[in-house]
Each structure stands twice: as structure tokens, then as C-alpha cells.
């Protein structure tokens, strides 16, 4: 009993002693921030270290393993000598490649004398490793088919507790991995030091730019820096420097930091403006306007406004047979193409090549009943994926997916998907990842099937199915995303008795699309989203109503619906009278927006006037140009270094048009 007494009385008086010295942590438990810690006091320069701009913000490149690089762990842990047991690291970063095989070290803690590695971050061309000692012994945990290297910003949170690691990036979903063991509760970093880039050696040396490395003890950082309007740069502590442009000299006085900022200026034809490009100008040699990207759309600096006067007959392109759709595309260094799908399994459908202003035939591809062309990349690898409606000659659905060659400069046959009278593709990228989405129409009789979507394995290097979407009677996929979140839409058009059904839009949570609202549609067989300013749109096409009772009308309304963000719902903004609608095309010229309406059918005719309409505001939509059409089936709007061009195909002629659009 006497020993049980003096236990608790010892016990008792540690907790009174704890008490009346204060607990205190290891470290403060405040974002520290690593990058601050080994620029130079002041803004002096030193040779490890360059700041370089590109799209639009700034980071450091690392020159050298320099040891100004590093500071001893003693400046952080100063009331103990433990790492915490619970923490996040937040980086911001840009990557433009990683050879195979290659790791680079975003921060390591080493120990001085030893150079044992202690704790690490780390990268390779498609993987996260997060890296740590216990007992001697070194843990991995790794973070698969994350595609950092994309010459894109990102910014990356890694929250580490207890069994579990969680990642997010640009504030999407996290990805949770449980550890084999559980991160030390005693991880010393006596004798250690800190690396920003390196290993302490030139071996896996950062290759990027480094925006922001903060280690935060003690909590998950991401509800901090999350949701962000712009989630790749999302900030929880960056350097003053990397925030400001570098202060004007005067006199003879040099920069206080090595600067330098990634400026191109594109000549020709209308290049993409994406996140890649911000920052960079285009120089319009036609019309003679300079232009800045803002990544999403090209911005006027020097030049008159460029405004729609008429459109004009360009050229009759004559095809297989009857077209369905046109996917118009550009190979980087090889040209402007477009890819026909044709009605007749023979020849098959094919594709044209730009030569001289005009569309030249190219290349003729099997295909069966062809109703859509799909381009889309996969890392450096260009596809194209034919939606074929009819059996092949062995009495089998599918589809293909053809590959560019670039030895013998075409496509050839890369993989086939069982498909079942598929009407459309869609390709489209989350996270670093590839998937593509079939439309499948009907089996046999029965529209109320599944359509799926496909997953590019990077280890198989083929695309494998990953989910299954009920559809009816479907026609088209849309891809878009808001922010960080990634939706699909479908076009339902047929559910086996009525076109009146509701189309549905799904969202990317928890690794697959779930249910995010439906709209009832007619008929509904084209999605177009786009967006004017902040504002964001979504157009259906609607062909036709008709139910049980066999009556049928093709003059009806298609509707565009605008997205409010509170309500987190789309609502009706637009209706406009179409007939049998079977495609938008949204489209800028000079500072206008534009919508174009295939109208195929007005119930006695195929002859029918398709409709540009222009953005006005308030107004909406209102109507500029009516063009004749022949069984109109798809427009694609394109540029070229000669001007802007408009091209139709015909569902019910073996010719398609190309249009020019002349401006003033």
C-alpha cells in the first residue's frame, strides 16, 4: 500500500509541476516558413538562388545544393528536441519535367554529421514520396499518379497524423493513405539540419520553382488556405519577396535578388491561352494586334476593336458521305487538321489537312456509321476516338482509339472499347489523371443503358473502365469545371417512349461522379458550357418532343442556363425557338461572344437557317446572322494565319461548308 501511495503522490506532483512551469511545445504552432529562413537578410543576392516570374507569379530556382540553403532544425524546435507528431506541409511549386527514374527533393532534415536522412519530401515523373526515419529504419509513403510535372503551378498540402497522410492539391479532394507505421511520437532532430531542394547534394536537386514551403506543427492546413479563387497559388505564408516585384534601382544599384521573367511573344494564327500561357503576348500578324493572356481568354492591348460584319461562302468540302460531326484540331508542328465522321463504312470517314488556306484530304480511317470525333492528349501521346454507331463486319460494337505517328505522320489503331451505338466522346483531365466518356445510345432497342467512363492506366498505358453511368438514349457529353470542383453533363435523348426526360449533371467527389442536379430536356442532343466574365453557362440543344401518344414537334424552345454559385444550382436564363437543334458553338471575335445553332429539320424540311447570335448583357442572346443549312449536323468555329472561319457539316449531303467570318 505504501508503495501504491508514494506512486501517486510522485505522479500527482509531476502534473502539479507541469502545470506550474507551463506546457509548452517543441516549436510554436505557427505556420513556419521555410523559404524566409534562407533568402538572405535584407534582399542581398547570393549564387544558389535566382527568382524567376512565370505565369504570372514568382518563385525561386535553385542553382546549387547551396549550404545557405539550409539552417540547423535547432532554429524551429526550440523548446525540445522533437519534430511534431502532427503536422502539415504546404508547398507551392512548378514543374516542367522530371526524367524517368529521377527523384527530386522539394526539403530534407538530415543529420549534420552523418548526412542520415531524417525526414523528406520528394517527387518522381508521376509520384508524391513522403520519406521518414524510425528507429534507424527508413518509411515511404507514396502518393501515385499525381502529374506535377506539367509546367503548371501547384500548391500541395500534406497532413500527416498518426497512421494516416492525407494530400490535397489546388484545394481538390484529398487523397488519404494509411502509413505501414505510425509517424514517431519521438523523432529527434538533434544535430539536424533542414534543406530546401536538395539531399545536401547535387544528386536530386529541385529542378523547379519554389513559391512557398511552410511546415505547420500541430493541425491540417488546408481549411486554412482552402477554398482560394485561385487554388494553384493558394498562400499560407510566402516570402515578401516572392509576393512583390523586385524594388526599381536607383543609381548604380543592382537588383536585390537575381530576377529574371519568362517573357515569349507568339506571331500567327490565335494560340491557346490557358494557365500555361498567362503573362505571354500574341501578336496577331493579320490583323496587327498585340495581345496578353489572362489564362482563359486573349486580351486586347493594341489593336481596333475587331467586330463581325458578314459571313461569306469559303469553301465546299466534299466528303465521303454524309458527315455527322467535325472535330477540328491542331498537331503542334504539324498543322491544323479536320477529322470527319462519315455515314458509309466505306471508304470510311477521313481527315483533311489546312494546305494553303483550303482543307486537302489526308487521311481515310475505317470507321462504321460514324457519328462523333473525340481529340485529346495524354502526356506527350495525341488520340483521336471515333464513335462508331453500327456494327463492324464481325458484328461487333465498338469504338476506336487511333494514335499520331509520328514517324509515319498519321494515326493508326491504338485501342478498341466495347460500345453499344455510341453517339459521343469526351476526354478530359482531373488531377493529373486522363479519363474518357462514351454516350452510349441504345442496345438493341432498348435507350436505358449504361455509358461508362474510361481511365487511362499509365502502367498498361490503355484506357480501362472506371465507372458506370445509367443514360438514356444518350448524345453527348460535356465536360467542364468551376473552381476545383469537375462536372459531366449528359444529353439524354430518349428513354424508349418520350424525349421529354431529364438530363443529368454529376460531379467528381470521392474518386467518381455522383449526382449533382437534373434538368428536364426535349430531345436533348448537344451540351455547350462556357463562360462570359465569372459568369458560367451551360446551352442544351433540343431536337424534338415527342411522347406515348405519337405526336411530335420540332419548333420548340433550347434554353441556356446560367450557374448561381449561392444556390450551388443552374437556373434558366435564355430560351430560344429551334428546330430540331443538334449542336451549339460558342465563339469569340475581337471582344464579342457569340453562339451559333445548328437547326436540321423544321418538321417538312431539312433546309433549314442556322443562327449566330451575339452577346449582349442584359439582352442575352439576341440573333445577327441567319445562314442557310442543309441537314446541319455540327459547327466548329477555327482561326488560321488568313483569318476566323465557321464550318458546318451536312447529315444529309456528302458536302460540308467552310465559312469565313469578315470582319471590320
Known amino acids: 500500500m505504501s508503495t501504491l501511495l508514494l506512486l501517486c503522490w510522485l505522479l500527482y506532483s509531476g502534473i502539479?509541476?507541469?502545470?506550474?512551469?507551463?506546457?509548452?511545445?517543441?516549436?510554436?504552432?505557427?505556420p513556419l516558413d521555410f523559404l524566409s529562413r534562407v533568402l538572405p537578410a535584407g534582399g542581398a543576392g547570393f549564387s544558389a538562388v535566382r527568382m524567376v516570374q512565370e505565369q504570372g507569379a514568382r518563385g525561386l530556382q535553385l542553382l546549387a545544393p547551396h549550404e545557405a540553403l539550409g539552417f540547423p532544425a535547432s532554429q524551429l524546435f526550440i523548446n525540445c528536441v522533437y519534430f511534431p507528431e502532427e503536422f502539415s506541409i504546404v508547398t507551392t511549386l512548378k514543374i516542367s519535367r522530371v526524367t524517368p527514374k529521377r527523384n527530386e527533393y522539394i526539403f530534407s532534415m538530415v543529420e549534420e554529421d552523418s548526412s542520415r536522412l531524417l525526414l523528406g519530401l520528394r517527387y518522381s515523373q508521376d509520384k508524391l514520396h513522403f520519406l521518414f526515419s524510425i528507429l534507424g529504419k527508413r518509411e515511404r509513403i507514396s502518393f501515385r499518379s499525381m502529374r506535377l510535372a506539367d509546367n503548371q503551378w501547384h500548391t500541395l498540402v500534406l497532413a500527416v497524423s498518426g497512421h494516416y497522410a492525407s494530400l490535397t492539391v489546388d484545394c481538390g479532394m484529398p487523397v488519404d493513405l494509411a502509413l505501414g507505421k505510425p509517424f514517431p511520437a519521438s523523432l529527434s532532430t538533434k544535430g539536424a539540419r533542414f534543406y530546401i531542394g536538395s539531399r545536401r547534394r547535387w544528386k536530386g536537386l529541385f529542378s523547379g520553382l519554389l513559391r512557398q514551403l511552410v511546415l505547420l506543427p500541430g493541425s491540417d492546413a488546408t481549411s486554412r488556405i482552402c477554398p482560394s479563387s485561385i487554388p494553384q497559388l493558394s498562400i499560407l505564408s510566402v516570402p515578401p519577396a516572392l509576393l512583390d516585384l523586385p524594388i526599381k534601382p536607383s543609381g548604380n544599384e543592382v537588383l536585390k535578388y537575381p530576377y529574371e521573367a519568362e517573357l515569349r511573344v507568339t506571331l500567327g494564327s490565335r494560340p491557346?491561352?490557358?494557365?500555361?500561357e498567362t503573362g505571354q503576348?500574341?501578336?496577331?500578324?493579320?490583323?496587327?494586334?498585340?495581345?496578353?493572356?489572362?489564362?482563359?481568354?486573349?486580351?486586347a492591348m493594341l489593336q481596333a476593336k475587331e467586330r463581325l460584319d458578314y459571313v461569306e461562302d469559303y469553301q465546299d468540302l466534299y466528303t465521303n458521305s454524309e458527315t455527322l460531326d467535325i472535330e477540328v484540331f491542331e498537331i503542334p508542328s504539324v498543322g491544323l487538321f479536320a477529322a470527319t465522321a462519315n455515314r458509309k463504312s466505306n471508304p470510311g470517314s477521313a481527315i483533311y489537312k489546312w494546305t494553303h488556306g483550303k482543307f486537302e484530304p489526308y487521311q481515310n480511317i475505317t470507321t462504321y456509321e460514324a457519328l462523333a470525333w473525340k481529340y485529346f492528349t495524354v502526356d506527350d501521346k495525341i488520340f483521336l476516338v471515333v464513335a462508331n454507331f453500327e456494327k463492324n463486319e464481325r458484328n461487333q460494337e465498338h469504338s476506336v482509339i487511333y494514335k499520331w505517328s509520328h514517324r509515319k505522320l498519321k494515326f493508326v489503331l491504338y485501342q478498341t472499347l466495347e460500345t453499344h451505338s455510341a453517339r459521343d466522346w469526351e476526354a478530359f483531365h482531373i488531377a493529373g489523371e486522363t479519363f474518357l466518356v462514351v454516350a452510349n445510345h441504345r442496345q438493341e432497342n432498348n435507350h436505358n443503358i449504361l455509358s461508362v467512363v474510361y481511365k487511362w492506366n499509365p502502367d498498361t498505358r490503355f484506357f480501362e473502365a472506371n465507372q458506370s453511368i445509367p443514360t438514356s438514349g444518350a448524345y453527348d457529353w460535356e465536360f467542364f469545371t468551376v473552381g476545383p470542383y469537375s462536372f459531366l453533363v449528359v444529353a439524354n435523348t430518349f428513354n424508349g417512349v418520350s424525349t421529354r426526360i431529364d438530363s443529368s449533371i454529376y460531379i467528381w467527389f470521392d474518386g467518381k461522379f455522383q449526382p449533382f442536379q437534373s434538368i428536364t430536356t426535349y430531345g436533348a442532343t448537344d451540351w455547350e458550357v462556357?463562360?462570359?466574365?465569372?459568369?458560367?453557362?451551360?446551352?442544351?440543344?433540343?431536337?424534338?418532343?415527342?411522347?406515348?401518344?405519337?405526336?411530335?414537334?420540332?419548333?420548340?424552345?433550347?434554353?441556356?442556363?446560367?450557374?448561381?454559385?449561392?444556390?450551388?444550382?443552374?437556373?434558366?436564363?435564355?430560351?430560344?425557338?429551334?428546330?430540331s437543334a443538334v449542336d451549339w458553338e460558342f465563339f469569340t471575335l475581337g471582344e464579342d461572344k457569340f453562339l451559333i445553332?445548328?437547326?436540321?429539320?423544321?418538321?417538312?424540311?431539312?433546309?433549314?437557317?442556322?443562327?449566330?447570335?451575339?452577346?449582349?448583357?442584359?439582352e442575352g442572346f439576341v440573333p445577327v446572322h441567319r445562314l442557310p443549312t442543309f441537314g446541319c449536323a455540327d459547327w466548329e468555329h477555327f482561326s488560321s494565319t488568313e483569318g476566323s472561319y465557321l464550318i458546318y457539316s451536312s447529315a444529309k449531303e456528302p458536302r460540308s461548308k467552310v465559312l469565313k467570318m469578315k470582319t471590320y
Open 597 to 618: 445553332v445548328a437547326n436540321s429539320f423544321n418538321g417538312k424540311s431539312f433546309s433549314v437557317d442556322s443562327v449566330i447570335y451575339r452577346w449582349q448583357g442584359y
Open 272 to 276: 491557346p491561352c490557358t494557365k500555361t
Open 281 to 299: 503576348l500574341w501578336f496577331d500578324t493579320l490583323k496587327r494586334g498585340l495581345y496578353l493572356c489572362d489564362s482563359r481568354d486573349w486580351i
Open 16 to 30: 502539479r509541476g507541469g502545470l506550474a512551469g507551463g506546457w509548452r511545445p517543441c516549436t510554436d504552432l505557427l
Open 530 to 579: 462556357f463562360h462570359i466574365g465569372d459568369r458560367v453557362f451551360l446551352a442544351v440543344a433540343n431536337s424534338q418532343k415527342y411522347d406515348e401518344t405519337g405526336s411530335s414537334s420540332y419548333a420548340i424552345n433550347s434554353t441556356i442556363y446560367e450557374l448561381n454559385v449561392t444556390a450551388q444550382m443552374f437556373f434558366k436564363f435564355q430560351d430560344i425557338m429551334t428546330y
